[in-house]
């Protein structure tokens, strides 16, 4: 049987992945990328997965911290970028960081080296009709011709070419002797909002934090997108002491159950994703540095003790509403041809963004050898992304999103909460053997592309998961200090552009 070639658009990390998946699952694949016919404003170097911010992969801790789960999946599942991350380690504690130059030669050479890949430089502006199978993963710097075809398949109010993000708290960071369920006016569901008062000593005080707090700058390709429906929250503190008190921390139609009155302001947390595990800061967009949204968020009465499973920002980035416009195996409703990955789906960061490159590459493998390959368990790191990205995300205010474990569906009120991350990791160990066993599709493991099922070179489970040192997702209370992944004070709070 003939297999038509499977065309990935972007040479990222995510799109690196998904080729390497499909050809060592025995599929043909063009990876077509245009760095090497012309550049972009981020990128330096012709090499694919080139890491254009941070060098880190962040924590490598498999048993406390969801970024290292994801990591061990991915060397299970025959990782490229994995092993070539790996390959380039460089020391960083209980991070794994890497020689970027080395890493990406690494990943090129290996692409190049694989007979099944066809690698084109070249810019796609739109994937002909007659490719019956394509992956788009052209990350954040999508060139203008190709957004405008996605947007004409996705409606224009679907591509977005600004992240404004607000910070997002796990739930149970949150104190609720302080905080209170309410909508304002009480209309809707009462547990729509949790309330967070402020007296007038309190937000004078964290206007005083907002203005004097460390920012930083857009990076020169990104222009200044201010405009009002995503105004940074310290911007409107500039325009005016008020300003945020008559807009995002307008305290009427509230009322604060402990006094009976209305606050002089009101910070709302409304949830972020299906399980309810997650909470998002409502109009906090920020561009505040990591370590000073971590001090100057938790002064804030209710979230003096907040773990933050993301924080905030505003960048330059385009990506698309997934939960409407994709089906839980990544392709566009309007058009099952196409699949996206990558950070264009709403992940956020290197490691997740070859995650879902991973999942795209398999399932578009599958589909183009006749094969029904189920989607990973949702109790899985890389299962748990997905679901968020294809449903469990709220749609109407989906944003760019971390793997953390706050997307993880929880386990059973009676787990110690020191046990929870070890007891999450447990699961999830288990149910991604469960789901590789029941699986047909070749392992991208082995050594090279052949006629028998490289499932016989499946590797080992328990040696992806090896004993990790002990790691938190959120800086400790005091004193400040960023949250995993690690970042330093004078870089961006969201890397825009690291797919």
């Known amino acids: 049987m003939t297999v038509e070639p499977i065309h990935v658009i972007g040479g990222g990390l995510a799109g ?22 012309e550049g972009t404003a981020a990128h330096h170097t012709d090499h694919l997965a080139e890491l254009v911010c941070s060098n880190s992969f962040r924590s490598d801790d498999a048993e406390h911290n969801a970024v290292g789960l994801i990591h061990a999946e991915m060397r299970a599942l025959g990782s490229l970028i994995l092993r070539h991350a790996d390959a380039a380690r460089v020391p960083a504690g209980s991070a794994l960081a890497v020689d970027r130059d080395a890493f990406a030669a690494g990943v090129t050479a290996a692409i190049l080296a694989e007979p099944l890949i066809e690698v084109r430089r070249e810019r796609i502006d739109a994937p002909p009709p007659e490719w019956a199978s394509v992956i788009v993963a052209t990350g954040p710097l999508t060139a203008g011709p190709l957004a405008g075809w996605i947007a004409d398949r996705t409606g224009e109010d679907a591509l977005a070419f600004f992240d404004a993000i607000a910070p997002i708290v796990h739930f149970d960071s949150i104190d609720r002797d302080v905080a209170w369920f309410q909508s304002r006016w009480d209309k809707g569901d009462s547990r729509d909002y949790l309330n967070c008062p402020l007296d007038r000593a309190q937000y004078e005080a964290f206007v005083d934090a907002l203005l004097a707090g460390g920012k930083t700058e857009f990076k020169q390709w990104e222009g200044t997108p201010y405009f009002d429906g995503c105004m940074p929250i310290e911007v409107m503190a500039e325009r005016g002491r008020d300003t945020p008190r008559f807009g995002p921390m307008k305290p009427v139609g509230l009322t604060d159950p402990r006094t009976g009155r209305r606050a002089w302001a009101v910070v709302q947390l409304r949830q972020d994703n299906a399980l309810g595990t997650l909470w998002n800061i409502v109009g906090f967009q920020t561009k505040l540095k990591h370590a000073e949204q971590i001090r100057v968020f938790r002064t804030i009465p209710g979230l003096e003790r907040a773990e933050f499973a993301r924080l905030g920002g505003l960048h330059c980035n385009t990506f698309i509403k997934s939960p409407v416009l994709l089906d839980d195996r990544l392709r566009l409703k309007a058009e099952p041809r196409v699949r ?26 599958a589909a183009a050898r006749g094969e029904t390959l189920a989607t990973p368990p949702p109790t899985t790191a890389i299962g748990a992304l997905l679901a968020h990205i294809t449903g469990g995300g709220a749609a109407d205010t989906f944003q760019p999103m971390n793997v953390n474990f706050g997307l993880f569906p929880p386990l059973d009120a009676s787990v110690a909460k020191a046990e929870r991350k070890p007891a999450l990791a447990a699961r999830a160990r288990a149910d991604l053997a469960g789901w590789m066993a029941a699986s047909t599709l070749p392992l991208a493991g082995g050594a090279g592309v052949g006629a028998a099922d490289r499932r016989r070179d499946k590797p080992a489970i328990t040696a992806a998961f090896p004993p990790q040192r002990e790691g938190r997702l959120t800086a400790p209370p005091a004193p400040p200090s960023p949250p995993e992944p690690p970042s330093p004070a004078d870089t961006p709070p969201s890397s825009a552009v690291c797919a």
């Open 340 to 365: 996206f990955a990558g950070q264009i789906t709403g992940c956020e960061g290197y490691v997740e963004s070859a995650a879902v490159g991973l999942i795209a590459g398999r399932l578009a493998a």
């Open 16 to 37: 690196s992945e998904a080729a390497w998946q499909c050809a060592r699952a025995g599929v043909p694949v063009v990876l077509h990328e245009m760095r090497g016919v």
